[in-house]
């Protein structure tokens, strides 16, 4: 025995003329069709573009920092894009005001950046337990990873 599909017989427009076409949720008129569909796509290539490269807009200094982050491994705990994860977030750090383990506050300035990256025991973030590793850096490593956390913002 053989099973037969029925696929819906086209129905002759009843939107009124051929500029209009019917579907099973009614009429739509075609002239609106095609705008909508390009202003769909532009906005779709429009926002996946936004996001694909993290150093858009960076100096050449931020780039270095960034590049040093990922050549030591820092953005296995802080997030490839400074997002955070295990260790705490760089979006947004600088300039706010944080609390440390010991329940008092700092602002996350160019001095308390240096003494994180340098001394990371010196002033423990509140609710991060995990310990980061102990890096050497140079002096203009350390100025660029600086640079490049100041320019991650929200």
Not at 5 to 29: I, L
Not at 105 to 130: C, F, S
Request: proline letters at 4%; a negative charge.
């Amino acid at each position: 025995m053989r099973a037969t599909v029925q696929f819906p017989k086209k129905q002759k427009s009843m939107c009124g003329n051929s500029t209009w076409v019917r579907d099973d949720y009614g009429c739509v008129a075609r002239s609106f069709l095609i705008p909508l569909l390009v202003a769909v796509s532009v906005a779709l290539v429009g926002c996946s573009s936004s996001t694909d490269d993290p150093t858009a807009g960076f100096s050449a200094q931020q780039i270095e920092g960034r590049e040093i982050a990922q050549s030591r491994g820092c953005h296995s705990c802080h997030g490839d894009r400074g997002q955070g994860g295990v260790g705490p977030a760089w979006q947004g750090l600088a300039g706010s005001v944080i609390e440390l383990d010991d329940g008092s506050e700092v602002v996350a300035d160019t001095e308390y950046l240096r003494r994180a990256i340098v001394d990371p025991a010196a002033d423990i973030r509140a609710g991060y337990n995990i310990k980061m590793p102990f890096a050497e850096f140079e002096a203009d490593e350390v100025n660029a990873m600086i640079t490049y956390i100041e320019g991650l913002q929200e």
